[in-house]
C-alpha cells in the first residue's frame, strides 16, 4: 500500500517542463517561415534551441519532476527547430547570393541596367 501511495504523489507532484510548448510552437513556426527570406526561421529556431537546452539541463538534473510528455514535446520541438533551421540558414544565402550578384551586374555597368527599365 505505501508504493501505491508514492506513485499516486509522485504522478501528482509532476509538472510539465516550463518551455516545452514553446520550444515546440517556436520549432512548428522555424518551419513554416523558412521561406519568408530565412530570417525569421533561424531567429526562431535559434530561440527555440535555447530554450531546450534550459529545459532538457532541467529534466536531465530531475527527470521525477516533470512529465514524460512534456520532455517528448521537449524533444519534438528540438527536431523541428534544426528541420526549420537549415532551410531557413539555406535560403538566406541564396538570398544574399542573389543580392550580391544583382548588385555587382549593377555597378559593372549602370547605365544598361537603368535604360532596360
Request: contains cysteine.
Amino acid at each position: 500500500m505505501g508504493t501505491e501511495e508514492t506513485s499516486i504523489f509522485a504522478t501528482q507532484t509532476q509538472r510539465p517542463l516550463p518551455n516545452a510548448s514553446a520550444v515546440l510552437a517556436l520549432g512548428i513556426i522555424s518551419i513554416i517561415s523558412c521561406c519568408c527570406y530565412g530570417l525569421p526561421g533561424i531567429i526562431c529556431s535559434v530561440i527555440a534551441l535555447v530554450l531546450y537546452s534550459k529545459d532538457a539541463r532541467l529534466y536531465a538534473t530531475n527527470p521525477e519532476w516533470y512529465t514524460a510528455s512534456s520532455y517528448s514535446n521537449l524533444k519534438t520541438g528540438r527536431i523541428c527547430a534544426i528541420i526549420g533551421l537549415i532551410p531557413s540558414i539555406l535560403f538566406l544565402l541564396l538570398v544574399i547570393f542573389i543580392m550580391v550578384t544583382a548588385g555587382f551586374g549593377m555597378l559593372s555597368n549602370p547605365e544598361q541596367f537603368f535604360n532596360n527599365i
